[in-house]
């Protein structure tokens, strides 16, 4: 069964840079053919998209956040990270890592696997 | 960038009871939408993709429908672990979701 943990830093200043990285277990992050994707949640707000990467490299950015966000993979490391700069009080959320499970009947490309989340605080 | 309105915000209701919650997309975005269960402290849940196409391990009281701009999720007969926040979800041009629906107990 493929897990997906995120870890951050808990803690940012406003206008430095929020790394998060998002270790996937179980299965290979080159053996999808979906796209692995982060998607975040303010305190009591609803659900935002970030940002979603396929294995091949190719992204996509929510248009709001295209300037500041970057998505990548580390292969080596299994790992799916994004990076925020310049980062606000309005940045500060729950940061889910979400994927599609392999072998699933669904064919197309939709979040059926989601981590537990880590809260990012943004504040000095 | 496509939005998605769901309604309404709130949605009471009481066990045994029906319920249809509402997404409108701002352009279509054909049969390329999802709904999600999310509750208090947890990640979100697929439910529904592709409009009609349950997840699996999702119960036949949910079910989907629509086509183009107007969706509604179904849940036949409301059962206590039913009532949270749902979210609607487009992938038909990038990601949006909804602002959510709260099913609360009356």
Known sequence: QVQLQE???GLVKPSETLSLTCNVSGDSITNSNCYWGWVRQSPGK????????????????NPSLKSRV?????????QVSLKLTSVTAEDTAVYYCASRLPGTVMTSCYFDNWGQGTLVTVSS | EIV??????????????????????????????????QKPGQS????????????????????GSGSGT?????ISSLEPEDFAVYYC??????????????????
């Open chain 2, 4 to 37: 998605l309105t769901q309604s309404p915000a709130t949605l009471p209701l009481s066990p045994g009871e029906g319920a249809t919650l509402s997404c409108r997309a701002s352009q279509s975005v054909s049969s390329y939408l999802a709904w999600y269960q």
């Open chain 2, 89 to 106: 979800q487009q992938r038909r041009n990038g990601i949006t979701f909804g602002q959510g629906t709260r099913l609360e107990i009356k």
């Open chain 1, 7 to 9: 870890s951050g830093p």
């Open chain 2, 70 to 74: 107007d969706f509604n999720l179904t």
């Open chain 2, 44 to 63: 979100p849940r697929l439910l529904i993709y592709d409009t009609g196409n349950r997840a699996p391990g999702i119960p036949a009281r949910f079910s």
């Open chain 1, 70 to 78: 970057t998505i990548f993979l580390d292969k080596l490391k299994n």
């Open chain 1, 46 to 61: 609803g659900l935002e998209w970030i940002a979603n990467i396929y294995s091949g490299g190719t992204t996509q950015y």
